[in-house]
């Protein structure tokens, strides 16, 4: 993840249906770099800004959805989405 844009993160349930008002977290693979939240709209959707990423630290280690892991492993570029399920 570098330069600028954003990238999305989608929540559905388990019929694929998005979730509103769910409250997403985005953890950076540094420990220093911290982490980003945003809360999903009325289809599921959140929205982040690459600028807010850390420079030494871009990679995310975990995503969290209501304080539950839902994914990880993920280095987005503008424009990238990405779905995951919370039971």
């Known amino acids: 993840m570098s330069g600028s844009g954003s990238f999305s993160i989608r929540i559905v349930n388990d019929d694929g249906d998005g979730i509103s008002g769910v409250e997403v977290s985005v953890h950076y693979a540094s420990v220093l770099a911290g982490y980003h939240k945003s809360d999903t709209d009325s289809d599921g959707w959140a929205q982040f800004d690459i600028e807010s990423a850390p420079p030494w630290g871009s990679l995310i280690e975990t995503v969290y959805a ?18 995951f399920t919370l039971s």
């Not at 839902?70 to 503008?78: E, K, L, M, T």
């Open 66 to 83: 209501n304080d539950e892991k839902v994914g990880g492993d993920i280095n987005p570029d503008d424009g990238d989405t990405f779905s």
